[in-house]
Nanobody, 116 residues
Framework: VQLQASGGGSAQPGGSLRLSCTAP????????MGWYHQAPGSQREVVAR???????NYADSVKGRFTISRDNTKNTVFLQMNSLKPEDTAVYYC???????????WGKGTLVTVSS
């Protein structure tokens, strides 16, 4: 299963970026879809994830700044990142997970750099 992530890049502190992740419809409709990030020298951590019914959860560090959403017509999940901080700098990975059937998929990472 291929997850196609895009939208990374550079932003100044306080700026915004939007990440996109496209996956097969059968995956988006039946899996938790989420975003993780991994900073240099750190473990990969969850940023935001959403159930197939649209119940989102966020890491405390991004609550109020990041929003996960999906467009089912395009089989795409988004991560809108506002009020970016330098500590948001990391490689961001799209993830699809269904613990009931034991399936877990990762997209290729996309780099987000926040600096002035």
């Amino acid at each position: 299963v291929q997850l196609q992530a895009s939208g990374g890049g550079s932003a100044q502190p306080g700026g915004s970026l939007r990440l996109s992740c496209t996956a097969p419809r059968t995956i988006v409709s039946s899996h938790f879809m989420g975003w993780y990030h991994q900073a240099p020298g750190s473990q990969r951590e969850v940023v935001a994830r959403e159930s197939s019914t649209g119940s989102p959860n966020y890491a405390d560090s991004v609550k109020g700044r990041f929003t996960i959403s999906r467009d089912n017509t395009k089989n795409t999940v988004f991560l809108q990142m506002n009020s970016l901080k330098p500590e948001d700098t990391a490689v961001y990975y799209c993830n699809a997970n269904n613990p009931i059937v034991g399936r877990n998929f990762w997209g290729k990472g996309t780099l987000v750099t926040v600096s002035s």
